[in-house]
């Protein structure tokens, strides 16, 4: 009955610390590819504005 005991707490260990990993992966990329966007959409739009003060 103790090493069921132990054997269950272990995995519950496990499974939680995989739900808390794959939590703070799953944060960490949405926000990685927000960051990516948000600066390639400031790029452009720094590109297009100097074009057109440079055309102007």
Known sequence: M???SIFNL???????????YFYIFFTFSVF???FN???????SF???FLS?????
């Open 2 to 4: 103790s090493l069921f």
């Open 10 to 20: 272990f995995l519950g260990f496990v499974s939680r610390f995989i739900f808390y």
């Open 32 to 34: 990685y590819f927000f």
């Open 37 to 43: 966007f948000l600066i390639f959409f400031f790029y």
């Open 46 to 48: 720094v590109r297009a």
């Open 52 to 56: 057109v003060c440079v055309r102007a």
